[in-house]
């Protein structure tokens, strides 16, 4: 109803600084401060007992505030995770890679292109992991201000290195190409696809800065964007089309269909897939 949005829009302005400029912490105070209220009006209390009910629920913002601002960031284990992986992964195909220079098997150039796009993609990846999981806690109403913080700052982090990376990739092989095929561009579907993944990274970034659900569903998008991206073009290019097993293209498919599920998922209001659950158990 007008009245509530007029009044969380209010409730918005007068947030002290320190909760103002972290908005990862504000979407889902609000969105906890929604999810009261419809508990508060379900439980037969008028608008305004609802509202001061889901208020007094919430705590005082000075008091997040100060506890936000007096404390360290958290951590959430799937951003730590993703984290994890992703070093990991990078340090293998580093080691890899330096071991292929030194045995001939690869160019430096070319080394540094593959270590670049195959970390730039893989970050992305990580991005979307920490997505999907911020999108599961969302439906089920266990994603607090924190664990939005926390994705939130991972995710900046995830989302600037896969966009640098890929960035130098890209660069990396427009100088490979030049120096062993005498031109900078190929038109092939991996070099497309590589400039559509640096888009979305980009695009990401921006989405990282405003509401939750369009911060989650930028990290679920790059799953979907980078799996095209990366391994859809190898399916397309004719250099690729020999070997790849016959699975992939479904694979593929049901892989971007579940990032785009995920996607809607994410713009659902928070908790709602508990709040279904909690009805049909007591249906």
Excluded at 25 to 51: C, F, I, N, S, Y
Excluded at 269 to 279: K, N, T, V, Y
Aim: hydrophobic content about 50%; proline content about 5%.
């Amino acid at each position: 109803m007008a009245n509530f949005e007029d009044r969380i829009a209010s409730w918005r302005r007068e947030l002290p600084s320190a909760l103002v400029d972290r908005p990862g912490v504000v979407d889902e105070l609000e969105d906890h401060l929604r999810q009261e209220m419809e508990t508060q009006t379900g439980a037969g209390k008028t608008p305004d007992e609802a509202w001061e009910a889901a208020v007094a629920r919430l705590g005082d913002p000075r008091q997040l505030a100060r506890e936000f601002t007096n404390s360290e960031p958290g951590g959430w284990l799937p951003t730590g995770l993703a984290m994890a992986v992703l070093c990991g992964s990078a340090v293998a195909l580093g080691v890899f890679l330096v071991v292929s220079v030194s045995r001939g098997r690869f160019g430096p150039v070319l080394a540094a292109h593959l270590f670049a796009i195959g970390t730039g993609y893989s970050a992305a990846f990580a991005f979307g992991f920490s997505a999907a999981a911020a999108i599961v806690a969302h439906a089920t109403g266990r994603l607090g201000p924190r664990q939005a913080d926390a994705f939130r700052r991972t995710g900046a982090q995830l989302a600037v290195a896969a966009a640098g990376l890929t960035l130098a990739g890209i660069v990396l092989g427009a100088i490979w190409l030049r120096a062993y095929r005498g031109h900078y561009w190929d038109r092939d579907a991996r070099e497309w696809g590589g400039l559509c993944i640096l888009g979305w990274n980009c695009v990401a970034l921006a989405c990282l800065r405003g509401r939750m659900p369009f911060a989650m569903v930028a990290g679920v998008g790059a799953n979907a964007v980078v799996a095209i991206g990366w391994f859809g073009a190898a399916l397309v290019h004719p250099v690729r089309q020999v070997g790849m097993p016959s699975w992939s293209a479904p694979v593929l498919a049901a892989f971007v269909i579940s990032q785009l599920a995920l996607a809607l998922a994410g713009l659902l209001p928070s908790g709602w897939l508990a709040r279904r659950a909690s009805g049909q158990g007591t249906a």
